[in-house]
Nanobody, 118 residues
Framework: QVQLVESGGGLVQAGGSLRLSCVAS????????MGWYRQAPGKQRELVAA???????NYADSVKGRFTISRDNAKNTVYLQMNSLKPEDTAVYYC????????????WGQGTQVTVSS
């Protein structure tokens, strides 16, 4: 069993920055990939950023150039640095970890609220 715990959410003004953290209860070495998803009211959950075990990163077009995903294997932690925040970024952000052959199983955190005011 793996637990993912997010932190770092909060209320910021447009143009501000926020850094989210996701701490895993086990070594993230076992994961094929980790990432951040978000879900705003009335919208589907969407992938924001992901990083593979090999270090390859992917970002949603809407956050490219503004968000950066990184990880610290020694701390079992993945981060999402969010800069130049926009009101459209307001959502609950969820940490995700994929494991297994073909990334067939996912673990999810409880979510952390990010609110960007205009």
């Amino acid at each position: 069993q793996v637990q993912l715990v997010e932190s770092g959410g909060g209320l910021v003004q447009a143009g501000g920055s926020l850094r989210l953290s996701c701490v895993a209860s086990r070594s993230i070495f076992i994961f094929n990939a980790m990432g951040w998803y978000r879900q705003a009211p009335g919208k589907q959950r969407e992938l924001v950023a992901a990083i593979t075990s090999g270090g390859t990163t992917n970002y949603a077009d809407s956050v490219k150039g503004r968000f950066t995903i990184s990880r610290d294997n020694a701390k079992n932690t993945v981060y999402l640095q969010m800069n130049s925040l926009k009101p459209e970024d307001t959502a609950v952000y969820y940490c995700n970890a994929k494991v297994g052959l073909g990334s067939s199983y996912s673990y999810w955190g409880q979510g952390t609220q990010v609110t960007v005011s205009s």
